[in-house]
């Protein structure tokens, strides 16, 4: 147990340097990008470009997916299945992504022929758009079995600077742009397309000089085909509904609002996404222990360690949304100079969703390493499918475009709550030893959000009150969360693990 304290407490340092390095090069990236490519450009690339942000549910789909059997493998002890389990990985991803090429293609074709409202001149530059970020998404997806070994080994420090490496590549070619004679959109997803492939030849080559399993070799096992076949295509499943449903949002608010308005979600997601990364770094790390000591049988072992990060979560995210939603027209007047309409609100709106959002890893997680994807799944994408048509009926009706992202979070909580019923069902996890370890917990977090956002609004507010008010409520909540939210050991086992590396890094 102390090794796998340390081992995670290592992994999450890694994972906080990746996130720190890689939110300040995309949020300077995201400022530039408007610069060079304007609110219009900027607003038809996250439209029409957005297939990035599937392809970025999708790696990590696929990586957790082969991860999960690597574990369970390790756990078990049967070290030598994991060559077979990467190469049946290898086979099942080209699979799937045969029947994701398919269906963005189709969706792809009838929103340009029918829906798409863009200047006319820039639907050229627009298709070019999406067929190179769809080439893009392939060629992550084909990166998968390799993030898969190199987590499932728990090499975060090569995870971390291979992906701050890919940023600062990215932020290159935003540079870069500006000295390109040509359409400076085509450009952009022609040269991260490129970014990609790079990133794919780097990262295969250290996994096959590292690790034994990583050589193709042609295996045949029909039950671990069809276990990894339903196990990753129910995730994709669940991980497509999530995206497209985000993605089809999109789409709804350019029929009714333009591509100012996808400029301005673009813009208050890029925040979200980069402010996200505090809550995934967390999971990345813990997922390989929560798998390998459920392998094991250690059920009640692996239901702690959900409960422990449930809370941690919740906390963590609370501290993050507290000053970008205090301070959001200040922050965005910083990064951006000038920011278009509807981005504060948007970008508020959004963070309450990330509040509802953030409980859900675990739980995703308890669902892994059982292996019962199917009905989770099934319910959860056909949960998160309904906000696009509810957003479409309502902006119909004369609602505000902000109207979508108060959709989105009802949604989220019950979508908590149905798959919360399916673990009842298919895990046989218990509500009551959750609602009490996990979930009542946190209720005094948001009773200090409550009042300080309370606080914050009644009245107006100089910018160094409003500072003062959200350094206060940040100190508050770390307080209340240490001493109120967090049992006894949960309590010394944070201390400890701080400890160790106090120590360690006075060595």
């Known amino acids: 147990m ?8 290592k992994n999450v340092v890694f994972m906080y340097i990746r996130m720190f390095v890689l939110m300040l090069i995309s949020l300077y990236t995201s400022r530039i990008i408007l610069r060079e490519l304007g609110v219009d450009d900027y607003g038809i690339y996250n439209l029409v470009g957005s297939i990035i942000a599937v392809f970025s549910s999708l790696r990590v789909l696929f990586t957790s997916a082969i ?19 990467f190469n049946m990985g290898v086979f099942v991803n080209v699979l799937l992504s045969v029947v994701f090429v398919l269906a963005v293609e189709i969706l792809g074709i009838w929103f340009f022929e029918n829906k798409i409202n863009i200047p006319s001149e820039r639907l050229f530059a627009a298709q070019c758009v999406f067929q190179l970020s ?10 998968t079995p390799y993030d898969a070994v190199i987590i499932a080994n728990e090499r975060m420090d090569f995870y971390a600077f291979s992906s701050i490496f890919d940023g600062i590549l990215r932020l290159l070619i935003v540079f870069l742009l500006a000295y390109l004679p040509f359409d400076h959109l085509i450009a952009y997803a022609l040269l991260l397309l490129a970014v990609q492939l790079l990133m794919r030849m780097i990262i295969a080559m250290y996994c096959r000089r590292n690790f034994t399993e990583c050589y193709y070799k042609w295996c045949w096992d029909k039950q671990l085909f069809r276990e990894m076949t339903s196990f990753a295509g129910w995730q994709f499943f669940g991980n497509t509904a999530f995206a497209l449903t985000h993605n089809g949002l999109n789409m709804v608010l350019n029929i009714f609002g333009g591509a100012v308005v996808n400029a301005a979600r673009g813009l208050a997601t890029q925040v979200n996404t980069a402010l996200g990364q505090f809550l995934s770094n967390i999971m990345i790390a813990v997922n390989p222990y929560c798998m390998k000591t459920y392998a094991q049988g250690n059920k009640e072992g692996a239901y702690m360690m959900l409960y422990f990060m449930t809370k941690i979560l919740f906390a963590v995210q609370c501290l993050i949304v507290i000053p970008f939603f205090f301070l959001t027209e200040e922050v965005l007047e910083l990064w951006l100079t000038e920011v278009p309409d509807y981005t504060v609100l948007f970008l508020r709106l959004i963070l309450i969703w990330s509040l509802v959002r ?15 994807m199917k009905y989770y799944q099934l319910f959860e994408g056909i949960t998160l499918s309904l906000p696009v048509i509810v957003s479409y009926i309502i902006l119909s009706q004369g609602y505000p475009v902000s109207s979508v992202f108060v959709v989105t979070s009802i949604f989220e909580a019950i979508n908590m709550m149905v798959i919360l019923v399916v673990a009842r069902a298919r895990v046989g996890f218990s509500l009551k030893k959750y609602t009490h370890n996990a979930m009542l917990p946190c209720i005094p977090l948001l009773i200090v959000i409550a009042l300080s956002s309370w606080s914050r609004f009644a009245v107006q507010m100089t910018t160094l009150s409003a500072v003062a ?18 049992a006894k050991g949960e309590r010394e086992m944070l201390l400890s693990m701080v400890k160790e590396k106090i120590h360690k890094s006075n060595k």
């Not at 953030?358 to 019962?372: N, Q, Y």
Request: charged content about 15%; aromatic content about 8%; hydrophobic content about 45%.
């Open 2 to 9: 102390d090794s796998s304290k340390n081992r995670i407490a």
């Open 67 to 85: 991860q999960r059997f690597m574990n369970t493998e390790m756990g078990r002890g049967n070290y030598e299945s994991l060559t077979k389990v």
């Open 134 to 143: 769809l080439v893009s998404t392939v060629i992550g997806i084909m990166t």
């Open 358 to 372: 953030s409980v859900h890893s675990p739980i995703d997680t308890l669902f892994k390493a059982s292996g019962e």
């Open 469 to 486: 008010t959200t350094i206060a409520t940040m100190a508050v909540l770390a307080v209340v969360f240490f001493w109120l939210c967090l």
